[in-house]
Each structure stands twice: as C-alpha cells, then as structure tokens.
C-alpha cells in the first residue's frame, strides 16, 4: 500500500523523556516529511534509543506528544502500532524455529496471516539468505542473524520504519542492499528514522538527539517534586 | 498535581500533626492499658486470657487498615503517578507487616491456654496468615527491581491485585472453616464482647491508630529524603 | 459450651503477649526514627554540597 | 475485528508449538506432575485409606504447582530475545496478545495436566465417584491459575531471579481455587452435591479471567519501558 500523497508527515512536539529518575532529554521538536531519512545522531545515552522506543509507542514520553499524520498517538493505542515498524537491538528470532517459520510467525503476529511466498523469497534474495531459508536460526551467525532480523522491514508493510543501529554487523554488499530497500521506501512516501553512527548510503537529514539534553535542574516531575522546597 | 503533591508541604503539615498524635497516643495507651489490666472484668469463659484480645484484635484491624492505605496510595500512584502516594505504599507497609505478625503471634499466644495448641486453622486467623504472605510479595517487590520508581509502579499493581483478592480469600477461607470445623473449637473472640470490654479495646486501637500515624510519618519523611539524595547523587553524577 | 476454665493463671501468656507487641512496636518505631534521621543528615550533606558547589560560578 | 482475532489465534498457536518444542516447558511440567504426586505414597504410606483421604488434596496442590513452575518462562523467554517488542506492537492491541498467551500457556501446560489427571487418581486410589469433578474442577480451576499467575510472570519478567519471588507474589492468590477445587471433589466422592463448589470455582476464574489480562498488560508495559 506505497503512500503517495506527499503531505503525510510524523511530528514530534517538544517531547521530553526520563528513564530511571534520570532526564533523557527534553524540548524535542521536529517534523519529518514523507519520504524523508532522518539519521539520529548524538552521543551514546543521549536518548536516540529511547526517543525510537518513544515513537514505536512502547515507552510514553513525560511530556510532549507524537502525532503522525495529524492524529496523535497515546501510548499503547491501536493506532500506534499499526503505523510504525520497529526493530531494537535484538533480532526478535526463536532459535528452535528456521529463517521462514520466524519470518511467517511474526507475520502473524503483524498481520494475522502468513508471509506472502513470494515476497518471503524475494526478501531473502535480497538480503543473501535464501540458501538458509529452511535452516534453524540457531545455526546462523550473528551478522545473518541481524539480516533476518531486517528482513521484517520487506515483509510488512508499515509507513515508519524506526530502526536502532540498522547497520551493525553488516558488510559492505549488505550493508548496500539495506541502503537500496530503504532507498525504496523513502520513493514510495515512507518515513525512516535510524539511530546509526555510519549513515547508510541513502540520503537523509542528520538531527542530532544529545542538542536537546535537559537543563541541569529540571530532573523529571517525580524526581523534581522531593527537591522543590528548597531546588 | 494536588496540594499533597508537593513533598515539603506534607512533610510541614506532618511536623504539626505530630505532637498531637503523640499526645493521643500516650493518652490513649495509658488509659486503655489501665482499663484492660484494672478496671475490666475477667471473661467468664476465658479467664484472665481474655486481656490478650485487648492487643490481638487491635493488631488484626490495625493489618487490615495498613492494607487498605497501600491500597488507596497504590492507586492514587498509577492513576495519577503522585509521587507522594508512589512512596506512601512503601512506607506503610513493614508497619503493617509488623501488626500482622503480632496479631498472629498474639493468636497463638491466645490459643494455647484455651485450645491447648499454639495454631488452629481457624477462619480469620488464617486469613491473616495469608494476608502476612501478601505483605511479604509486597515488599519483596520493592527490593526486586534496580529502578526504585518502576519498582514503586509495580508494587502498586500488585497491591491493587492483591485487595481485589482479599475479600474473595477471607470467604474462602471461612467456607473452608466452617467445612472442616471441628467440634470444640470456640471464636476467636468468645462470645459476644460485653460492655466494659468494649471500651479498652476501643482505647488500645486507637493507641495503635495513633501509633501508625507517628511511625508513617517518620518513615514518609525517611522515603522523601532519601529520593532527595538519589536524586542529588543523580545530578553529582550526571555533571550538572 | 464446653469445659469452663476461668480461674487458671495465663499471666505468662499475657506479658509474653504484651512484651512482644511491645518490642517489635518499639523496633519499628526506633528504625524507622533512626532511617529518618540518618537520612536527614545525608540529604542535608548533599545538599550543603550543592549549595557550595553552586556559589563557586 | 477478525485481524486481531486471527492474531490471538495465531499467537496461540506459537506459544502452543513453542511450549511443546524443545526448550519449551511442556513436558517439564507434565513429568513434574507425575513424580511429585508419586512421592506422596513413599512419604504418608501406602495404605489405601490414608491416599484415598488425600487423593483429592495431594493432585490439586502438585497440579498447582506445576502450572505455576512453567509460569516465569510465559513472557521471559520472549523478553530475552526481543519478540515481546513485537507482541506488544502488534495491531490487536497488547491486552488480546497477553489473553492469547495465557490460553496458550494454559492449553500447553494445564490441559495435558486436567486430561492425564485420572491416571494419578488410580496411583492415589482415588474413589470411583470422584474421577469426573477432579478433571472437571482441574479444568476449571488450572483456568484460574494461568490468568492470576500470568500477573506474577508480568510483574517478575525483567528481574534476573524472578522465579522464587514469582512464587511468592501469586501462592496466596491460589488458595481460593485450591479450596473450591478440592471441596468439590470430597463432596462428589461423599455423593453430596458439587454445584455449589464447582459454582464457585468457576466464580473465582472469572474473576481472574477479567483480573489477569488487564494487571499483566500493564505489568508488562512498565517492564518494556
């Protein structure tokens, strides 16, 4: 289902998030048009993760909001998981289970239904993995792990992709085949968010996340109200 | 956010009240005391045991308040994630651990001169056995988790569980009893308490009313200072 | 209702009964003044330190 | 409607395969089940009068504690390798996955368990009379154990240990099934009527049936966080 009006966009208003009792950022606005690439960049514990957690509705912020498309998310609406596609640091696969029956489980899971056969094999194709199909993940090893783990960005269709150090593992052929099917998604109107230090070939806008580290006091309202008397 | 929301002003309004607690306290622990030991008289059936009851049953209400307060706090925390009542179910609650235990130590100490054993399965008594294990997974909770704040919200869940199962145990249990009743076993609290034994138990449980009040309120205050100094050590360590 | 014993001497029971309640009441209470107060200094060190952090800019 | 139905399916039908595959806790607790209840002989004695007293007793207690043995692998495992991120983005709604999960947990754990229950009656010399209320009170009651343990294994899914504390949190919430359940099969072996206890015992699943889902859900959301 390729959007093709252009004027579907995600924006973020001056979110703010802790974890921990400890303030991640705060004030963090901006506006991401359709087929656009926004590469999170700033340094380690500056809260790209966490802002992606954010968007993929797992983890609400303390304040702000998140809207895509002019409706505003709260977390853990429906709404919410049906439009974003997410993919953290681990591979999401069962070891006991080989490359299709992970790919058709979380299909399921996504879309009540199967993986198409032929967009499984072409995925795989693309990713190098075709051969290993039929093989029990246990088997694989850590860079065809994290492969499979991105194969579920050509499985499903979803209009953000929020994606958390995309590229790690990946050598150069691979690391060109995730740019080409990102570089597909952005022509069809998608928006992409990756948390990466080397950006994938594609063209996209950096934003750097640790601009909007949180002032020195302000630490969160739970933290802050036990300082109140006398901050 | 409420008025009570602002952790300096409850701590304020904490340091006024306290006098007063602990003069009712004094007040009523004294005079219940002289009532129970002096002035009541001895159950026809149980003796001189009965002045047991006078701190046994207070102690058996005063588990069953401290839950309701975890209860309430528990619930006023994730509705509304106030930070005061997400500190409130902690601090209730080794307060009402420690009445539970009493009020089985002071059951058993009770049951022995009259049933000749220490434990009888008897309906409210292992009510509040249960109810001790649910303060036990209760506080275990707070310890489990490193973050004390999602800790905090899971302790809340937990406790709201746990209330809603409360009255749903205390049938059981007493459907249980009566099933398995056997003959000779007498209530817990003889028969119907007469007037004059009403009053020291009336005086003693508002002793440990007024007791809870002062120990709640040193251990909110323990609970706020202590999510000042995480929160200082915090700021020390992330530089600002 | 069965045999009546009214006349038997339970005072050990009851100091037993009164002495415990008394001393785990009073541990409570001692701890839970003693966390408060131990606290109290470590927050009020803290925050002397922040303060003094504070006016050397 | 029917995606997030088709879903829950599917999801029961992944944690059923899972719990039976190799590393699943299936036949782990279906083989606790069988040795704990054949101690009991070996420790009270085989005299059948004694077992056939604690016949009832001495299966729902071990049932119990099979179920709640397999209970701290319901989301851990998933957790671990990342697919509970998935479970709670999926369109039907976190609340529909964790209901499809605890079935799934019941039908791979508890069922075999109700269905297999018979067998151990005969090892405890159950009387005749009781066979059809032990496996209709198991069926009823192991209902119950899933949904109320479920909130133990959200609660405890990010801790390293949670397994003991687990314990802990959802024993007491067990004891109202473990009455109702036992009761009914010593009224049925007396040939006194079981409505009322079977009535009750399926009172309280409901009661966990609504309960469950929803404190899971929001025990497993803070542990996402």
Known sequence: MAIDQPMIELVLDSLACQRGGRPVFEGLSVRVKAGHLLYLKGANGCGKSTLLRILGGLLAPSSGTVSYDGTVLQQHDIPFSAYALYLGHQNALKPIWTLRQNCDALCRIMTGRDAPVERLLETAEHFDLSRLLDQPVRYFSSGQKHRAALMRFGLIDRPVWLMDEPTVGLDSKNRDALAGLMEKKLASGGIILAATHDPVAAAGTDFDVSAFAPASDNSGPFSSAFLEDWA | ?240 | MNEIVNTGDYSGYIALSYGIVTVVLLAVAVFSKLGQQKARKEAEALKALRKSRVEDF | MNASFAIMISVIMRDVRLGWSQGGTGTMSLSFFFIAVTLFPFGVGPEPQVLTRIAPGVIWVVALLACLLSLDRLYQADYEDGSLDDLALSPAGLLPVVIAKILAHWISTSLPLVLLSPLLGLLMNLPAEGYVQLVLSLAIGTLALSFIGSIGAALTVAMRRGGVLLSLLVLPLYIPSLIFGVTGIDAAIMGLDVLPHTALLSAITLVAVVLGPIASASAIRLALE
Do not use: C
């Open chain 2, 1 to 240: 956010m409420h008025i009570f929301a602002n952790p300096a002003r409850f701590v304020r309004l904490a340091d006024k009240i306290m006098p007063w607690a602990v003069v009712v306290f004094i007040g009523t622990l004294g005079y219940g005391l002289y009532l129970a030991f002096f002035d009541s008289p001895i159950d026809y059936q149980q003796g001189e045991s009965v002045r047991i009851m006078y701190v046994h049953v207070p102690a058996a209400w005063m588990s069953m308040f401290t839950y309701m307060v975890i209860a309430v706090s528990s619930f006023v925390a994730l509705v509304w994630r106030h930070p005061l009542a997400q500190i409130a179910g902690k601090a209730a609650a080794p307060i009402g651990a420690a009445f539970t235990a009493l009020a089985l130590v002071t059951g058993a100490l009770w049951g022995k001169p009259m049933w000749g054993t220490y434990w009888v399965w008897d309906g409210r008594l292992t009510s509040v056995l249960i109810l001790f294990f649910l303060y036990l997974g209760y506080m275990a909770i707070w310890q489990a988790m490193d973050d004390e704040e999602k800790a905090g919200r899971a302790a809340a869940i937990l406790a709201l569980v746990g209330s809603v199962n409360i009255p749903i145990i205390k049938f059981s249990v007493d459907w249980w009893n009566t099933l398995h009743q056997p003959a000779s076993v007498m209530r817990l609290d003889g028969s119907t308490i007469d007037g004059s034994m009403l009053w020291p138990l009336f005086m003693m449980a508002i002793a440990f009313q007024a007791y809870f009040v002062i120990v709640f309120f040193w251990r909110m205050k323990l609970e706020i200072d202590r999510r000042k100094i995480a929160v200082l050590r915090l700021q020390e360590v992330s530089g600002s």
